[in-house]
């Protein structure tokens, strides 16, 4: 069992953002995305304003966040580094078969990625989160560089905290349905 710390409070304020961003987006009909909360068993509670100060995961929970748009199935991670880099150490092995199985059912899968030192916001569709997980597998490197990172799926956020993700999500969509055409079948 993971034991549960301000640790997992990494990524809050792109979490915030996201989930603003998430409520403006089903407000106007665009999309409906929700939170998947990870399941705690708490262990000592603060009685005096009854906050969780211990907690154990009960499970391993899959993604962050989980819906639709445009009646297309997405799931999607937020992760935040302040390297020039994505440690592939911040994706566990259930995340990529959970986002794995999702696109095997047609849905789409990616990161959400925010380098903070660069204030930049990317999408990674999964099968190049895929293609770095598979070369750590053998050895190779163990983080995503920002290189990696298209330019064309840049994220855009606004003074108020608004990202506008679905941009890139439309982008990645249009190139999956391409590739799927081309192939006759799923990626």
């Known amino acids: ?19 603003f961003t998430n409520e403006k987006y089903r407000q106007r009909g665009l999309a409906l995305f929700q939170k998947v ?3 705690i068993t708490p ?6 304003n009854k906050t969780i100060t ?13 819906g639709v748009a445009q009646g297309v199935p ?15 150490q911040n994706i566990h092995q259930h995340q990529i078969e959970f986002m794995a199985d999702f696109r095997a059912q047609r849905g789409l899968a990616f990161l959400l990625v925010h380098f903070t030192a660069l204030e930049s916001y990317f999408l990674l569709p999964f099968e190049i989160l895929k293609r770095f ?7 190779g490197r163990k983080s995503i560089p920002v290189e990696a990172f ?12 608004l990202l506008h993700y679905l ?3 439309s982008l990645y969509l249009e190139e999956t349905e391409e590739k799927e055409r081309k192939e006759g079948g799923l990626c």
């Not at 069992?1 to 915030?16: V, Y």
């Not at 211990?54 to 989980?66: G, H």
């Open 1 to 19: 069992m993971s034991h549960w710390n301000s640790r997992g409070l990494r990524g809050s304020s792109l979490e915030e953002n996201i989930n």
């Open 37 to 39: 909360p990870t399941p």
């Open 43 to 48: 262990v000592k509670i603060n009685q005096e």
């Open 54 to 66: 211990l907690a154990y995961f009960e499970k391993q929970s899959t993604v962050d966040y989980i």
């Open 74 to 88: 997405v799931c999607f991670d937020a992760k935040e580094t302040s390297h020039k880099h994505l440690p592939l």
């Open 133 to 139: 997980w598979e070369e750590a597998e053998k050895g």
């Open 150 to 161: 298209a330019e064309k799926y840049r994220i855009q956020k606004t003074g108020n905290g």
């Open 167 to 169: 941009e890139a999500v």
